[in-house]
């Protein structure tokens, strides 16, 4: 649902963390991509932003596995 109000908000780059199907992030159809949109509708919708997904997701991961090994004894 916030796909929408960035697309009708002009907001020209989107970057987030985590796809999720259950939080966000992750669509069947993905509004932010979609061409068409502003190409049928232009006053109300802009142009697709530029979209980077998984931002620090190395970063994450390596915090992850950090707290993993921690708390698992005898390793």
Not at 7 to 31: A, C, K, N
Request: net charge positive.
């Amino acid at each position: 649902m916030s796909a929408y109000a960035i697309r009708e908000s002009r907001i020209g780059r989107v970057i987030f963390g985590l796809q999720s199907p259950l939080m966000g992030g992750h669509s069947r159809w993905d509004i932010l991509k979609d061409t068409a949109l502003s190409s049928v509708m232009p006053e109300v919708f802009a142009p697709p932003p530029y979209v980077l997904a998984g931002c620090l997701c190395q970063e994450r991961m390596c915090a992850a596995f950090f707290v993993c090994s921690i708390r698992s004894p005898g390793v």
